[in-house]
């Protein structure tokens, strides 16, 4: 069973399956009529193979990778996934905000990889709304997360108006 | 800025879960190096009562924002810094998207003429000042900073306005978390991003993420600098005269007071009033640290004689920033019988120092005892003062957090095959005439190091025209007559 938040619901089913990496696009073939998280470069290599795929693709990108990199396309995918190689590697959190308020991305924006417990509510606030949770996570557990704190400073994406604009 | 209640606090826990002291950090912090984990919970309950708290002081992320220690009594002072201050750490407070930088991150902000905060040696370092039009706002630098690869920061933004600066900050941020280096942790400050990636190439990096952000919710409002203000307000001051006689004749009097004053005491914006510095640094104590009794005793001067608030200055000392010249003497006599009138502010004796190898994990070799031996080396405070004012650093390891680059004679604990070595640099200094300190030549044992500074400073005698300062002494005749002398023996 995945262990994966979306929405804040507790999902039994990801529709999704995350292709950590591949060498050809007959990887897919294979597996027709699924839909496919495929790694950024993955993707760019081989957009023609994978636009007559069966199934829907969807990307996930590294966190040495910026989100701009993926171009006007980016609208039409229904997902993007954010890598944590370690939890400590802060820069999938600029990537998140920068899809959603920068480049208006509107789909599913979802963390993958190192995805823990205490990371979840500034992840949230950053813009992503689906948690892939690491295997030793406690599902349960990890929904509280979100209400670590009643509000924030800052401006977000969950609240665009700082704290000071809102007093 | 610490209340007497939060000293009280302070030193109920020095009591209470320690061994019954803290140290005062360069970073104008408290640390406790003795708490049982198991109490940090109640720790931390305790810390709360009294609005407190251990947030981001470890981790890679942004760290407490400092400023100058007379920040709001200074008299050269363009506008108060702490306002800002505040602004920044309700900003970087849990900030969502900064929380896992490459590394840690501190920003200091400046608001007077004599920089007291080493500002320019900061991750971030902003002042406050005025451009053609009169207008307010901050010139903000970046890549400053100690550590291994010392370096001044660059300036990025020449001027901007007051609502523009987080705005402006979160777009350094930004750059700095997408591209500052995550692979080597000894390269993964700002300073070697700025540098790898050259100033002029980063400023724009900088300024297209601010394009984006610039006149967004992030802009500051005026309501809000107002709100801010109003937390630093000034104490309800008397209106009393300057050097009042009961000041001047006891000047007159006691030669010792008057040296105290002359060291200890600096003028305030407000007629009347003194700012006092309690230093630190008796002989035989590590410097910056501080008793439970010593706390309680601070707390209970402040609220006598200075509208019950301290200070901690990044040179681990204690600022009284509001007492009336009428009181000084008596305050004075106050800190004699507690043995805190120590009146070797800013000589040689006042030595900033890291807890080094006594009490740091990190460190390579100890620091406190090459302290004490350079207190021991000069017991005359008349030559103290003639000497005038000579910062020395001490870090313990390249961490350096005794922040020894910048010390007009910097040491610096290295570790040679498991025995403990000392490097020594010249010529550093962290006011607005910032420079890193040059390395004199190979390094020396603990035993060593008090003569070599007794060389250094007769170096220094020789060479100096009047009235000049070591610094300028030094930045006149560079390194090689102290160089010769130092080594002259072993050559």
């Not at chain 1, 897919?28 to 193979?49: C, H, M, S, T």
């Not at chain 2, 560079?478 to 002398?485: A, H, R, S």
Request: glycine share 6%; charged share 25%.
């Amino acid at each position: 069973m995945p262990k994966l938040i979306r929405q804040g619901v507790i999902e039994e089913k990801d529709p999704w399956t995350l292709l950590k990496e591949a060498t050809g696009p007959e990887v897919l073939q294979a597996v027709p009529g699924r839909n496919f998280i495929v790694p950024l470069q993955f993707w760019k290599l081989y957009r023609d193979e994978l636009s007559e795929y069966s199934g829907e693709i969807s990307l996930w990108l590294d966190s040495h990778e910026d989100v701009s990199a993926i171009g006007p396309d980016l609208h039409s995918f229904p997902l993007i996934a954010l890598n944590f190689p370690v939890f400590s590697d802060g820069r999938s959190y600029t990537n998140a905000r920068e899809l959603r308020e920068q480049l208006h991305y509107k789909g599913e924006i979802r963390a993958i990889g190192d995805v823990l417990r205490d990371q979840l509510f500034y992840m949230s606030r950053c813009g992503f709304d689906a948690f892939a949770l690491r295997h030793d996570q406690d599902p349960e557990v990890c929904l509280q997360a979100f209400n670590d704190y009643e509000t924030g400073y800052q401006a977000s994406v969950m609240e665009p108006t700082p704290l000071f604009r809102r007093r | 800025m610490l209340s007497s209640r939060q000293l009280r606090k302070l030193a109920l826990i020095a009591r209470d879960y320690d061994k019954g002291y803290g140290h005062f950090t360069t970073r104008q912090n408290i640390q406790f190096n003795w708490p049982a984990l198991e109490d940090v919970p109640d720790i931390l309950a305790h810390l709360a009562e009294v609005e407190m708290h251990a947030n981001q002081t470890s981790g890679n992320c942004i760290r407490n924002t400092t400023t100058d220690q007379f920040a709001g009594v200074a008299v050269d002072e363009i506008e108060d810094a702490r306002p800002y201050c505040e602004i920044i750490r309700q900003w970087s407070t849990f900030h969502p998207e900064f929380a896992y930088l490459p590394r840690k991150f501190k920003i200091a902000v400046c608001g007077t003429r004599e920089d007291q905060a080493a500002t320019q040696v900061h991750d971030i370092g902003a002042y406050l000042t005025r451009n053609d039009s009169g207008e307010t706002g901050f010139r903000i630098l970046a890549g400053g900073g100690l550590g291994r690869t010392p370096v001044i920061g660059e300036e990025i933004f020449p001027f901007v306005t007051k609502p523009h600066l987080l705005t402006a900050l979160e777009a350094i941020m930004r750059v700095y978390n997408r591209e500052g280096r995550r692979d080597n942790k000894y390269k993964a400050r700002i300073k070697i991003l700025v540098k790898e990636t050259g100033a002029e190439q980063f400023r724009e990096k900088v300024f297209a993420e601010w394009e984006k952000i610039k006149d967004g919710p992030q802009t500051l409002t005026d309501a809000e600098i107002e709100r801010c203000k109003s937390f630093f307000s000034d104490p309800d001051y008397a209106e009393l005269a300057d050097k009042p006689a009961t000041l001047t004749d006891r000047l007159a009097a006691d030669a010792l007071f008057a040296s105290w004053h002359e060291q200890n005491v600096r003028p305030h914006k407000k007629p009347g009033y003194a700012i006092v510095t309690v230093c630190f640094k008796e002989t035989g104590v590590a410097p910056g640290d501080v008793t439970d009794a010593q706390l309680d005793y601070l707390a209970e001067l402040a609220e006598e004689y200075s509208f019950s608030e301290v200070r901690v200055t990044h040179h681990q000392n204690v600022v009284f920033a509001d007492v009336r010249q009428e009181l000084l003497y008596d305050f004075w006599k106050q800190l004699q019988a507690r043995a805190l009138a120590s009146h070797n502010l800013g000589l040689l004796t006042d030595i900033i120092c890291c807890p080094g190898g006594d009490f740091c994990a990190l460190a390579n070799a100890k620091s406190i005892p090459i302290a004490e031996s350079i207190q021991r080396q000069f017991p005359d405070h008349a030559e103290l003062k003639e000497l005038g004012e000579i910062r020395i650093n001490i870090s313990g390891c390249m961490n350096a957090c005794g922040h020894h680059h910048v010390g007009n004679i910097g040491i610096l604990g290295v570790d040679k095959k498991g025995e403990e070595f000392y490097q020594v640099t010249l010529g550093g200094s962290s006011k607005n005439e910032a420079s890193l300190g040059k390395v004199i030549g190979p390094a020396f044992s603990q035993e060593e190091i008090p003569a070599v500074i007794a060389k250094i400073v007769e170096v220094y005698k020789a060479n100096r025209q009047q009235d000049e300062a070591f610094i300028d002494t030094y930045k006149r005749v560079g390194i090689d007559p102290f160089k010769e002398l130092v080594y002259a023996q072993t050559n």
